[in-house]
C-alpha cells in the first residue's frame, strides 16, 4: 500500500506541473485527473474487476457538489438509451440495429461502481443507465485536489458498437469505454452526456493502468508499456532474453501521460510488428495473421510513418513516442496513441482508414474539442487532413483533381435531401445518422477547404499550426478557432462561423446578366443563395489573355492577397452583403470576352455550379 501512494504522488506532481504550462499559456482554466487502476480480467467469464483510484483537481472557480461518472458499457442492455434510440430512428447505424434488444445475460455489457470514497469519506450515488450521479458529503472547493478510491465490476459486451469481445474478425477483446470514466466540467458545465451514439469528451490527465490476464493474451493500447522486458510479445528492448514468469497470468502495466482516454486491446493470436520512424516514434501494429490480413498489414507500417510525417510537418509535431494501430473494433475509431481498425479489407480501405484514424490524433486525441458539441471540428477536419494524405501519399492524383471532391458531392447531396441540420447541432440529437454524417464530415471538411478560399491556402495553412501551437491539449471550441484564423489573415470571419456553423442556409452566386455595348460588356453577378461570400472572378478573353476581379465582402475589413494559381488581379472591389447584385464593365478594345467564371478553383461550395459560367455566343 504504501509503495502505491509514493508512486502515485509522482504522478500527481509530473501533473501539477503540466497545470501551470496550461496557465501560463491560456486564461481558460481545464479540471485536471490522475488516474490509477488495478484490472482483473477473467477471460473464461468475460468479466473484469477494477480498483480505481483518481486525484481530481477542481482548476475552476465553481465549488463542486456533485461528481458524474460514465459507465458506458451500461449501454449494451435492452431498453437502454442506446437500445430504444436505434431502434427508433429512422435511419439506423447497421452494425447496431436492434442488436443489442436480443443480447442475452451472458452477452450484455454491464459495469457497476460497487465503492466510492471520496477522500476516504462514503458518497451517495446512483447509477442512471450509462451515468453514475454522485452527490458529494462535503463540497470539491475552487483550486483543490480530490483523491476518489473506488471499486468496480464489469462485464464485456458482444462487440455491437465500437468496444466488446469477438468482434466480426475474431478479435477476442476491443477495450474502450470501459472503466468508470469522470466527466468533464468546463466553462459550459457538466458534459454528462449519456451513451447513445456518439462521441466523447474527456479530462487530460495521466493514466497509470495495470492489466492482469490470462498470460496468452498480447495487448496493445493507449500508454508506454512499463514492463516491456517482462511481458516481451515482442514489446522487450533489443537483445533482452525475456524469462517467463511462473503462474497463470500476466500483469501489464501501462502509463499513458497527458491523455483524457484509455483503451486497450488484447487477443492470444495477435502478431505484433514494431517499426520506429525517423522522428523515432515507435510504431505498434498488432493484428491476426490469416489469408486476410497476411499480405497487407505487412506493408501497412510504410504508411503509418509516411502519414505520421505528413501530418506532423502540416498540422503540428505529434507529441507522443509511440502509436498503435490494432486490429479490433467495428471500422475505425480513434483513441489517445492508438487506434482500433478492422483489418479485413484491401490494401487502399486498410491505408485509408489508418490515415483517418491516425489523423484523428491531431483534432480528437490533441486539440480535442467537445466532440459532442462539436463533432465536425474533429471529424471534418480529420476527413480533411486525411482525404489531402491520401491524395498525396497514397493515390497521388494528377494536379487537376480536387482530392476533396467527394466532401464537396456529400454536403451538395445533404442540401438537396432536405435532412440538413446546423453543424452546430449536439452530435446525439440530429434528427437522422445521416444527417449527422454528412454534416460533421463532409461540411465539416468543407469549413476548412473554404477557409483557403476566402484568406488564402498558404494563410490557412499556416493558421492551422498557430491553431496548434495555442489550442493544443485545451479543448478548443469553434470562437478559438475562427479567432486563430482572423488573427493570422486579419480578415473578420465571424460571418463565416454563423452561416456555416449555425444555420443552413446555402452558397450561389450567379452571372445573371450579360449586356454588349459599343466596346463595353456590362456583367451583373447575383447572389441567389442565402449564404454571402467574397468572390473570385475570371475573365478569359479570345485572345487568350486572363484577367481576375475580386470581390471580398464589406464586412471582412479585408480580403485574401493574390493567389499564385489565378490571373493578375485587374479590380477588387468590395461587395456589402445586403445588395444581391454587383455590376461590373469589361473594356473589349482590345479583344472580345470568351467566357467568364466565378470561383474557377471551385472550392467555393456553390450548389448551383451551371450558373457560374458564361461564354460568347459562337
Ligand atoms: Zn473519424
Given at each position: 500500500?504504501?509503495?502505491?501512494?509514493?508512486?502515485?504522488?509522482?504522478?500527481?506532481?509530473?501533473?501539477?506541473?503540466?497545470?501551470?504550462?496550461?496557465?501560463a499559456?491560456?486564461?481558460?482554466?481545464?479540471?485536471?485527473?490522475?488516474?490509477?487502476?488495478?484490472?482483473?480480467?477473467?477471460?473464461?467469464?468475460?468479466?473484469?474487476?477494477?480498483?480505481?483510484?483518481?486525484?481530481?483537481?477542481?482548476?475552476?472557480?465553481?465549488?463542486?457538489?456533485?461528481?458524474?461518472?460514465?459507465?458506458?458499457?451500461?449501454?449494451?442492455?435492452?431498453?437502454?438509451?442506446?437500445?430504444?434510440?436505434?431502434?427508433?430512428?429512422?435511419?439506423?447505424?447497421?452494425?447496431?440495429?436492434?442488436?443489442?434488444?436480443?443480447?442475452?445475460?451472458?452477452?450484455?455489457?454491464?459495469?457497476?461502481?460497487?465503492?466510492?470514497?471520496?477522500?476516504?469519506?462514503?458518497?451517495?450515488?446512483?447509477?442512471?443507465?450509462?451515468?453514475?450521479?454522485?452527490?458529494?458529503?462535503?463540497?470539491?472547493?475552487?483550486?483543490?485536489?480530490?483523491?476518489?478510491?473506488?471499486?468496480?465490476?464489469?462485464?464485456?459486451?458482444l462487440?455491437?458498437?465500437?468496444?466488446?469481445?469477438?468482434?466480426?474478425?475474431?478479435?477476442?477483446?476491443?477495450?474502450?469505454?470501459?472503466?468508470?470514466?469522470?466527466?468533464?466540467?468546463?466553462?459550459?458545465?457538466?458534459?454528462?452526456?449519456?451513451?447513445?451514439?456518439?462521441?466523447?469528451?474527456?479530462?487530460?490527465?495521466?493514466?497509470?493502468?495495470?492489466?492482469?490476464?490470462?498470460?496468452?493474451?498480447?495487448?496493445?493500447?493507449?500508454?508506454y508499456?512499463?514492463?516491456?522486458?517482462?511481458?516481451?510479445?515482442?514489446?522487450?528492448?533489443?537483445?533482452?532474453?525475456?524469462?517467463?514468469?511462473?503462474?497463470?497470468?500476466?500483469?501489464?502495466?501501462?502509463?499513458?501521460?497527458?491523455?483524457?482516454?484509455?483503451?486497450?486491446?488484447?487477443?492470444?493470436?495477435?502478431?505484433?510488428?514494431?517499426?520506429?520512424?525517423?522522428?523515432?516514434?515507435?510504431?505498434?501494429?498488432?493484428?491476426?495473421?490469416?489469408?486476410?490480413?497476411?499480405?497487407?498489414?505487412?506493408?501497412?507500417?510504410?504508411y503509418?510513418?509516411?502519414?505520421?510525417?505528413?501530418?506532423?510537418?502540416?498540422?503540428?509535431?505529434?507529441?507522443?513516442?509511440?502509436?498503435?494501430?490494432?486490429?479490433?473494433?467495428d471500422?475505425?475509431?480513434?483513441?489517445?496513441?492508438?487506434?482500433?481498425?478492422?483489418?479485413?479489407?484491401?490494401?487502399?480501405?486498410?491505408?485509408?482508414?489508418?490515415?483517418?484514424?491516425?489523423?484523428?490524433?491531431?483534432?480528437?486525441?490533441?486539440?480535442?474539442?467537445?466532440?459532442?458539441?462539436?463533432?465536425?471540428?474533429?471529424?471534418?477536419?480529420?476527413?480533411?487532413?486525411?482525404?489531402?494524405?491520401?491524395?498525396?501519399?497514397?493515390?497521388?492524383?494528377?494536379?487537376?483533381?480536387?482530392?476533396?471532391?467527394?466532401?464537396?458531392?456529400?454536403?451538395?447531396?445533404?442540401?438537396?435531401?432536405?435532412?440538413?441540420?446546423?453543424?452546430?447541432?449536439?452530435?446525439?440529437?440530429?434528427?437522422?445518422?445521416?444527417?449527422?454524417?454528412?454534416?460533421?464530415?463532409?461540411?465539416g471538411?468543407?469549413?476548412?477547404?473554404?477557409?483557403?478560399?476566402?484568406?488564402?491556402?498558404?494563410?490557412?495553412?499556416?493558421?492551422?499550426?498557430?491553431?496548434?501551437?495555442?489550442?493544443?491539449?485545451?479543448?478548443?471550441?469553434?470562437?478559438?478557432?475562427?479567432?486563430?484564423?482572423?488573427?493570422?489573415?486579419?480578415?473578420?470571419?465571424?460571418?463565416?462561423?454563423?452561416?456555416?456553423v449555425?444555420?443552413?442556409?446555402?452558397?450561389?452566386?450567379?452571372?445573371s446578366?450579360?449586356?454588349?455595348?459599343?466596346?463595353?460588356?456590362t456583367?451583373?453577378l447575383?447572389?441567389?443563395?442565402?449564404?454571402?461570400?467574397?468572390?473570385?472572378?475570371?475573365?478569359?478573353?479570345?485572345?487568350?489573355?486572363?484577367?481576375s476581379?475580386?470581390?471580398?465582402?464589406?464586412?471582412?475589413?479585408?480580403?485574401?492577397?493574390?493567389?499564385?494559381?489565378?490571373?493578375?488581379?485587374?479590380?477588387?472591389?468590395?461587395?456589402?452583403?445586403?445588395?444581391?447584385?454587383?455590376?461590373?464593365?469589361?473594356?473589349?478594345?482590345?479583344?472580345?470576352?470568351?467566357?467568364?467564371?466565378?470561383?474557377?478553383?471551385?472550392?467555393?461550395?456553390?450548389?448551383?455550379?451551371?450558373?457560374?459560367?458564361?461564354t460568347?455566343?459562337?
Amino acid at each position: 500500500m504504501k509503495k502505491i501512494t509514493v508512486l502515485f504522488l509522482a504522478v500527481m506532481s509530473i501533473h501539477f506541473l503540466f497545470d501551470q504550462e496550461i496557465f501560463a499559456q491560456s486564461q481558460r482554466w481545464q479540471q485536471s485527473v490522475s488516474y490509477q487502476m488495478d484490472i482483473e480480467m477473467d477471460v473464461k467469464t468475460n468479466q473484469y474487476t477494477g480498483k480505481q483510484t483518481i486525484a481530481y483537481s477542481n482548476n475552476s472557480p465553481d465549488t463542486l457538489n456533485q461528481l458524474f461518472f460514465h459507465l458506458y458499457y451500461n449501454a449494451f442492455q435492452p431498453n437502454s438509451m442506446m437500445d430504444v434510440r436505434s431502434r427508433s430512428i429512422s435511419d439506423p447505424d447497421r452494425r447496431v440495429g436492434d442488436r443489442i434488444s436480443k443480447l442475452s445475460p451472458e452477452e450484455i455489457g454491464f459495469i457497476h461502481v460497487e465503492s466510492l470514497l471520496i477522500n476516504g469519506q462514503e458518497v451517495e450515488m446512483e447509477e442512471v443507465g450509462t451515468i453514475l450521479e454522485v452527490q458529494l458529503p462535503e463540497p470539491i472547493l475552487p483550486h483543490s485536489t480530490v483523491l476518489l478510491e473506488s471499486e468496480f465490476i464489469a462485464q464485456v459486451p458482444l462487440q455491437i458498437r465500437r468496444a466488446g469481445r469477438d468482434n466480426a474478425e475474431g478479435v477476442r477483446y476491443s477495450m474502450s469505454q470501459w472503466y468508470p470514466k469522470l466527466a468533464n466540467y468546463d466553462e459550459q458545465g457538466w458534459h454528462a452526456n449519456p451513451y447513445i451514439g456518439r462521441e466523447f469528451y474527456g479530462i487530460w490527465g495521466d493514466f497509470d493502468v495495470k492489466i492482469t490476464i490470462d498470460k496468452s493474451y498480447i495487448l496493445g493500447g493507449t500508454g508506454y508499456l512499463q514492463n516491456n522486458n517482462e511481458i516481451g510479445y515482442g514489446y522487450e528492448d533489443e537483445g533482452v532474453e525475456v524469462k517467463n514468469p511462473s503462474g497463470a497470468t500476466h500483469t501489464w502495466h501501462f502509463y499513458a501521460p497527458k491523455v483524457h482516454d484509455f483503451m486497450w486491446a488484447a487477443d492470444p493470436n495477435y502478431t505484433h510488428e514494431k517499426l520506429i520512424t525517423e522522428d523515432g516514434i515507435t510504431l505498434h501494429h498488432l493484428y491476426v495473421k490469416n489469408k486476410e490480413t497476411k499480405n497487407t498489414w505487412p506493408k501497412l507500417k510504410e504508411y503509418t510513418a509516411k502519414t505520421m510525417a505528413y501530418l506532423s510537418e502540416r498540422y503540428g509535431a505529434y507529441p507522443y513516442k509511440q502509436y498503435s494501430v490494432i486490429q479490433g473494433g467495428d471500422g475505425g475509431m480513434e483513441y489517445p496513441m492508438a487506434t482500433l481498425i478492422t483489418g479485413h479489407r484491401p490494401m487502399g480501405s486498410l491505408v485509408g482508414v489508418m490515415m483517418h484514424e491516425l489523423a484523428h490524433s491531431w483534432f480528437q486525441g490533441v486539440l480535442a474539442s467537445n466532440e459532442s458539441l462539436y463533432p465536425w471540428m474533429d471529424e471534418g477536419f480529420t476527413t480533411y487532413a486525411s482525404t489531402l494524405s491520401m491524395s498525396a501519399n497514397y493515390l497521388k492524383p494528377t494536379a487537376n483533381e480536387n482530392p476533396l471532391k467527394g466532401a464537396y458531392v456529400g454536403y451538395e447531396r445533404l442540401v438537396k435531401s432536405g435532412l440538413e441540420e446546423p453543424l452546430s447541432t449536439h452530435a446525439d440529437h440530429f434528427h437522422t445518422n445521416t444527417a449527422y454524417g454528412s454534416a460533421s464530415y463532409s461540411k465539416g471538411a468543407l469549413f476548412l477547404a473554404q477557409l483557403g478560399y476566402i484568406i488564402g491556402e498558404e494563410t490557412r495553412n499556416k493558421a492551422m499550426l498557430r491553431y496548434w501551437e495555442a489550442w493544443k491539449f485545451k479543448h478548443p471550441n469553434v470562437n478559438d478557432f475562427i479567432r486563430i484564423m482572423e488573427k493570422e489573415s486579419g480578415i473578420e470571419l465571424d460571418w463565416y462561423k454563423e452561416y456555416w456553423v449555425n444555420s443552413t442556409k446555402t452558397i450561389d452566386y450567379v452571372i445573371s446578366e450579360v449586356t454588349e455595348k459599343d466596346n463595353a460588356l456590362t456583367v451583373m453577378l447575383e447572389r441567389k443563395g442565402l449564404m454571402p461570400m467574397p468572390i473570385d472572378l475570371i475573365v478569359t478573353y479570345e485572345n487568350g489573355e486572363k484577367e481576375s476581379y475580386y470581390f471580398p465582402l464589406a464586412i471582412m475589413r479585408g480580403g485574401k492577397a493574390a493567389e499564385s494559381d489565378l490571373p493578375e488581379r485587374v479590380k477588387t472591389s468590395r461587395w456589402p452583403w445586403t445588395n444581391e447584385t454587383i455590376e461590373i464593365s469589361i473594356d473589349q478594345s482590345t479583344s472580345k470576352v470568351a467566357s467568364i467564371q466565378i470561383d474557377p478553383s471551385e472550392r467555393m461550395a456553390d450548389i448551383d455550379k451551371s450558373n457560374n459560367l458564361w461564354t460568347s455566343a459562337k
